[in-house]
């Protein structure tokens, strides 16, 4: 299965993913040391972009979780990178928020006082977004 | 002036669907020459060849163009048909409108001019042509097969017995190959020593068959039916006619510490030893690398103990060389290295390959078949299987095909381990169960279902040595789940290669080999034992992976190709050679440089030059040697070279008609 869609071809753009290649076999789960705290696990976000069930993969947890650590991306014999498609679902979900869903360089102190759990890789993106 | 004929064919729709055929004949029928123009659904059927003939006898034609497929494809076809009538054989060409044509153009008029354009050149060329006669060249009847595993050994046993001598020449000290390594054989489960011993013996006793162990090939000359090689047998330093094989010598040897090579490191060797008790040759061979006396000078003990007195310290290397009619290449795989496979902690001694697994279970290996851990030495509770370690994966140190065999001995591993020891828990990690074949799936079912093994859909993602134990983390696919747990040996199902020293091998023979560096067969599925080298054959898991009944059975197709090779008499020869203008000659010696087959020498030959009669050192070429690849032609400076059938007029009248 191969769906294609606007959001589904943006994540193969942003992330050079080829997901048809993925033979799951699943060695990027197995290579995971996030799987437990994921909702999606790697080789489901390959599923997820084979069906064209972008707006899931925008909603799940696990694009907060995954740490970048890239040993799936290491690991995958056929070259499909889930990380990379996972980063480029994460880089989705950030663009379609309106602009005042950014937060300012100021807050970022505040924020961190309120919440000290709040994901780092969510502060980036918001911040990083906020200042291009 | 020529009588030339031209056939125009459809091939059904192939050239029919996408070229004109009324266009090209309607065309043809105004070239120069051509007396008369026909066209047929089939021409290379019965009817089609038949017309074709009535066509030369009833018009007188001199010359014939074949408007159809490749050369490749019928070429021989209607050479055939033209040989049952008056016409040489060789006045005919083939315009090649489908292959290089309608197959690979869509619109029809573009389709269409470039069939009239190629078929014009066939005819501009066969104005040119001229009767040429094929020669004989003889078959020596003999053939030499590289490579002593099975599918060497039993190749030369079924060309042996059909009445011809046969060389092994096979680089190890014994042959044998992997299927000696291995303790039971799927899905059978017979014994693997048990059935292939008796070949090996079969082999040695042949009255048609020579062994050279410890050999290689050193040289290739000439071609088919008419090869000239040369091997070189190492020196083994044991007399091989005096020594008995008693083994007295591998006993005193005090060099005992060599991880040997039969048994994948995993058991020590002596310095003179014999690979394995079953070897053939049963006969040592004194690894000069490691022996004391090649050291240091000193040491000699085998050499006391050898009551018929075989060692031989200053034995050299010996070449032999012999004639043969045909080669076959049967060189077979090796597991991959596992050097970069870091996350399956290959370097733990609990981490073991197949291969090396085959050596422990087996009752004469190093561990006398007692399943252990190698580091601890103790018996493992639980064992875990990987399978696809280093197959299908696009990894550079990865290979993209899949080994085919592993999922079938992992199954076989499974069993033998739950066989003999019902108590540990195994578990086996797979993509895809793989198992098409006779009695194949059956046998892994059985694993399951009457063994208990325990088939994960998942695969593992980092193995930890712990000292007592190896920690492993991955994933059971079906359930979703992260598995993070503990097993006591692991197994790695690796992936095949060939044999490095294929590539050598190869380009002696100038057999051509894939990115792989498996073996190209000529034919992938109409020539599947043959090389595209013309009298070099292929046999077994060189060819791609082959388990022990498809190599066999491959081995038997190879027999039976080259039998029917060296049960000619003579070969015709392609009559298509350089062609040489003594006039033109200067006897420059640039032809002889580039010539690939050896075939050109020089003599001082008289020569009438306008009736001075003068001595001059000209080229002579060896018909029979020269197979027609024209390099001599392009480099000869003074336009001396031609090339009978593809002269440069005929090429350039060719090119002039496709240019008009
Ligand atoms: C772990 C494992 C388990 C297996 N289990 C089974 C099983 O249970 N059942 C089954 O059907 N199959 C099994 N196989 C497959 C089986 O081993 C092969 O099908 C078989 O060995 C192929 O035979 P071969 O003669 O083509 O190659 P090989 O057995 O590899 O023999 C090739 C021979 O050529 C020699 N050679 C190589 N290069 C040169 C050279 N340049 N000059 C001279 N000699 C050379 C080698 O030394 C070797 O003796 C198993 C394979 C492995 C790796
Ligand atoms: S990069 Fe993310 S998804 Fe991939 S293994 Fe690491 S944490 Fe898991
Ligand atoms: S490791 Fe690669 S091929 Fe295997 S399941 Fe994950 S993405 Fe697919
Ligand atoms: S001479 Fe070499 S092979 Fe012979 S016993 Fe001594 S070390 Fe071993
Ligand atoms: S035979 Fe089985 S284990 Fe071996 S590479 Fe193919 S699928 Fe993997």
Redesign the pocket.
């Known amino acids: 299965m191969h769906i294609q869609n606007d959001y589904a071809d943006q994540i193969r753009l942003i992330s050079g993913s080829q997901d048809l290649k993925c033979m799951k076999c699943g060695r990027c789960s197995a290579s995971c040391p996030q799987y437990e705290e994921m909702d999606v696990r790697p080789h489901q976000f390959v599923s997820y972009l084979q069906r064209g069930d972008i707006d899931a993969l925008m909603d799940c947890e696990s694009i907060w979780k995954c740490l970048s650590c890239f040993a799936c991306v290491e690991r995958c014999p056929r070259d499909v990178k889930p990380a990379r498609l996972i980063e480029a679902a994460r880089l989705l979900r950030i663009r379609r928020q309106s602009d005042d869903e950014f937060i300012t360089p100021e807050q970022v102190p505040a924020l961190l006082e309120l919440d000290p759990d709040i994901p780092q890789q969510l502060l980036a993106s918001v911040f990083r977004k906020y200042v291009k | 002036m020529q009588k030339i004929g031209v056939f125009v064919c459809h091939c059904g729709t192939n050239i029919a669907g996408t070229v004109n055929i009324d266009e090209v004949v309607e065309n043809a029928k105004h070239e120069p020459g051509v007396k008369y123009v026909a066209e047929y659904p089939y021409m290379c059927s019965e009817a089609g060849q038949s017309m074709v003939q009535k066509a030369i006898d009833e018009h007188d034609l001199s010359g014939i163009v074949i408007s159809a497929c490749s050369p490749r494809m019928h070429e021989t076809t209607f050479r055939r048909a033209a040989a049952r009538t008056k016409l040489n054989p060789f006045m005919l060409e083939m315009a090649n409108i489908r292959e290089q044509c309608s197959w690979v153009h869509k619109d029809k008029e573009e389709a269409t001019n470039k069939a009239h354009a190629l078929t014009r050149a066939a005819i501009a060329k066969v104005h040119h042509n001229t009767p040429l006669f094929p020669g004989e060249s003889p078959v020596t009847k003999r053939a030499l097969v ?7 050994v039993s190749c030369a046993l079924d060309i042996a017995e059909a009445g011809f001598v046969v060389d092994i ?4 000290p014994s ?5 000696a390594q ?1 303790d ?3 899905p059978t489960l017979d014994c ?1 020593a048990c059935i292939l011993t008796p070949k090996m013996v079969d082999a040695q006793f042949h009255e048609n068959i020579n062994i050279h162990t410890y ?3 050193e040289s290739v000359e000439g071609f088919v039916g008419d090869f000239t090689i040369t091997i070189r047998k190492k020196a083994r330093s044991v007399d091989m006619k005096k020594c008995t094989g008693c083994g007295a010598c591998y006993d005193k040897c005090p060099i005992k510490k060599i991880p040997g090579e039969f048994d994948e490191g995993l058991g020590m060797r002596t310095a003179i030893y014999t690979p394995f008790a079953q070897a053939i040759p049963n006969v040592p061979v004194i690894d000069r690398e490691h022996c004391l006396k090649f050291k240091t000078g000193k040491c000699g003990l085998c050499e006391t103990v050898c009551a018929p007195d075989a060692i031989d310290f200053e034995q050299e290397d010996e070449l032999i060389t012999e004639k043969y009619g045909a080669v076959i290449i ?6 991959i290295s596992l050097d970069k496979f870091g996350e399956y902690a290959y370097t733990s001694p609990d981490v073991i390959t ?2 090396e ?2 050596r422990m279970t087996n009752a004469a290996g190093p561990t006398k078949g007692e399943l252990i851990r190698i580091s601890d030495k103790k018996k493992p509770k639980s064992i875990t299987f990987i399978q696809c370690v280093g197959s299908r994966d696009v990894a550079v140190r990865s290979k993209t095909y899949c080994s085919k ?1 592993c999922c ?2 992992t199954a ?1 591993h499974a069993m033998l381990v739950k066989d003999k020891y019902p108590d540990i828990e195994v578990n086996v990690f797979y993509i895809d169960v793989r198992t098409p074949g006779k009695n194949f799936d059956e046998f892994y079912r059985r694993a399951v279902e009457e063994y208990g093994v325990n088939y994960i859909k998942g695969q593992v993602g980092k193995v930890v040595d712990n000292g007592d134990s190896l920690w492993i983390q991955a994933v059971d696919m079906l359930d979703n789940k992260q598995i993070k747990t503990k097993t006591d040996l692991i197994v790695l199902a690796t992936a ?1 290669e060939p ?1 490095k ?2 590539r ?2 190869a380009g002696m023979l100038s057999a051509s080999i894939d990115t792989n560096n498996f073996m190209t067969e000529a034919h992938p599925k109409l020539k599947p034992v043959e090389s595209p080298t013309a009298g070099v054959f292929l ?4 060819q791609g992976p ?6 066999v059975a491959g081995a038997g197709a190879t027999a039976a190709k080259v039998i029917g090779l060296l049960a000619k008499d003579k070969l015709i020869t392609n009559p298509c050679i350089a062609d040489l203008d003594p006039y033109y000659c200067n006897g420059c010696s640039a032809c002889e440089k580039v010539c690939p087959y050896g075939a050109i020498s020089y003599e001082d030959t008289e020569i009438n030059d306008h009736g001075k009669k003068a001595i001059r050192r000209i080229a002579v070429i060896n018909k029979a040697l020269c197979q027609g690849c024209g390099a001599c032609v392009v480099t000869c400076p003074s336009g001396a070279m031609d090339l009978l059938g593809f002269s440069n007029r005929q090429i350039t009248a060719e090119v002039d008609a496709i240019c008009r």
Do not use: H, Q, R, W
């Open positions: 590289i490579g002593g595993g099975i599918a060497g020449v096979e680089s190890t042959i044998g190959g992997k299927m291995l039971k054989t799927f693997s050999s290689e090939i049967a060189t077979g795989i090796t597991p197949s291969l697994f085959e065999i079938m001995y076989k095949i044999v020293s294929v050598n091998i046999a077994g898991a060189c082959k388990d022990i009944p498809e190599t």
